[in-house]
């Protein structure tokens, strides 16, 4: 026999109702703003004027909540990532154009989110999966803007590399504890040495 987990069956993103959908948005909100540790399911209902057990239609525990809320947020930051990004057509743009863009996504998690999401394994394990996927995409850019002339002759295996050892830095929290930087103004200044060192 197997057992299903309330984990397992709660809807996924394209069969919420509207009110869940609502709900995701503002418990999103409210972990970018505050973090999400200290909370209780009745903490969360009460805020968000709620039952706990609408809260249960969404995730079983209080643990898989947070852990679909951060899959949430960084699902709808690499959307937006991405849509800001195809809007730049100049290929020597459009790696700073990704970076700007996932530092504006990032811009809202606050230092409490950041504390809880890197004491909170699957939230960490969520993050570092999403910037190994930026880190390809970067790699991805820097080799067309190369390709199409618009950077000066580098090796974009090494500029590429180079920029992933710095983006899984931000993510692990290592640049900010470095150097006092959140994750969101690191990014922009990657951007801006980026732009700088390899464009003609």
């Known amino acids: 026999m197997t057992t299903t987990t309330a984990e397992t069956t709660a809807p996924d993103e394209a069969a919420l109702t509207r009110r869940q959908a609502e709900l995701l948005d503002q418990l999103e909100a409210l972990f970018l703003s505050e973090g999400f540790a200290r909370f209780t399911l009745e903490d969360l209902a009460v805020r968000l004027h709620c039952s706990k057990s609408t809260l249960y239609a969404l995730a079983g525990s209080k643990e898989q909540l947070a852990h679909r809320v951060v899959r949430h947020f960084f699902r709808k930051a690499t959307a937006a990532v991405e849509a800001h990004t195809v809007r730049e057509t ?3 743009l459009r790696v700073v154009a990704y970076l700007t863009a996932v530092a504006r996504a990032l811009a809202p998690a606050g230092p409490a989110f950041h504390r809880d999401l890197d004491a909170f394994p699957p939230g960490r394990e969520t993050y570092e999966q999403n910037t190994a996927l930026a880190a390809d995409r970067v790699r991805q850019l820097i080799a067309e803007g190369v390709e199409q002339g ?21 993510g692990r929290g290592e640049t900010a504890r470095a150097t006092g930087l959140d994750d969101a103004a690191a990014y922009r200044e990657l951007a801006a040495l980026l732009l700088h060192g390899i464009s003609l």
């Open 150 to 170: 618009r950077f000066r002759e580098v090796h974009p295996a090494l500029v590429a590399d180079t920029v992933t050892t710095l983006m899984l830095r931000i």
């Open 90 to 92: 100049d290929p020597g």
